[in-house]
């Protein structure tokens, strides 16, 4: 299921793909399939009535398909879309929805148009991803590191006019020249950068999730 809305943020689109095993198209589905079903009345009611709460116009669709991420790719770019928000899946990740969609965008023909893809948690919890070329999002660290290069490579004179954004040019057309040749060392260490950053990322969580036990604790010894 996705919901996609337009640039403007005026009005939007509720759709509802349903999947199939695709040896038939649309038109010769059963009346039955072609229906909305009892779960797609009630997610289009609340759609419906959260759009209006908030001064918003939808037009509800539901898409028969036999790949999901297809669907709603080719729907986003056919529509001109700006944004397509999911619920998280029983059966993947947050990432994994992002990188099938991801997949499903490069298939399209050109010309196709990027879009932010949210997905929703069942806590209420939100992860964004961009879908298409897009920039980086970089650390401060990184930020750093490119900064003190420009400063450094600016004392010499015949580099003047040197831009950060031509350091960034140069590493990224180098890495692109040696992953040619020595592709399996940048590799190795491009999986040991990922790694740390997982581990990182373990331990802040783990970290919070502790914290937050610490604070509660207070608050429960109070209400018994």
């Known amino acids: 299921m996705g919901i996609v809305a337009d640039q403007d943020g005026r009005s939007g689109c509720c759709g509802f793909e349903r999947t199939h095993d695709g040896s038939r198209s649309p038109e010769y589905l059963s009346a039955e399939q072609q229906s909305f079903s009892e779960h797609e009345q009630m997610l289009f009611t609340k759609a419906v009535s959260v759009a209006e709460s908030f001064g918003k ?3 509800l669709l539901v898409v028969p398909a036999g790949d999901i991420f297809a ?3 080719q729907g986003a770019n056919s529509l001109e879309v700006d944004s397509v928000v999911s619920g998280i899946s029983s059966s993947m990740t947050p990432e994994d929805q992002a990188f099938h969609l991801g997949q499903a965008w490069e298939a399209l023909p050109e010309p196709k148009r ?3 893809f949210f997905v929703i948690g069942s806590s209420g919890e939100t992860s964004v991803f961009y879908i298409g070329p897009h920039a980086p999002t970089l650390s401060p660290d990184d930020v750093q590191l490119v900064h003190r290069l420009w400063l450094n490579m600016k004392r010499d004179p015949s580099v003047q006019d040197l831009h ?3 350091i960034i040019t140069y590493a990224l057309t180098r890495l ?3 992953y040619a040749r020595e592709k399996a060392e ?3 260490e491009l999986r040991t950068i990922v790694l740390q950053r997982h581990q990182v ?3 802040v969580i783990r970290n919070y999730r502790h914290r937050h036990r610490l604070l509660l604790q207070p608050i429960r010894s109070l209400r018994q």
């Open 57 to 59: 116009k939808v037009s």
């Open 201 to 203: 990322y373990v331990w």
């Open 114 to 116: 990027q879009f932010n």
């Open 186 to 188: 940048i590799l190795r």
């Open 164 to 166: 950060h954004s031509d």
């Open 176 to 178: 692109a020249g040696q």
């Open 71 to 73: 669907a709603l790719a």
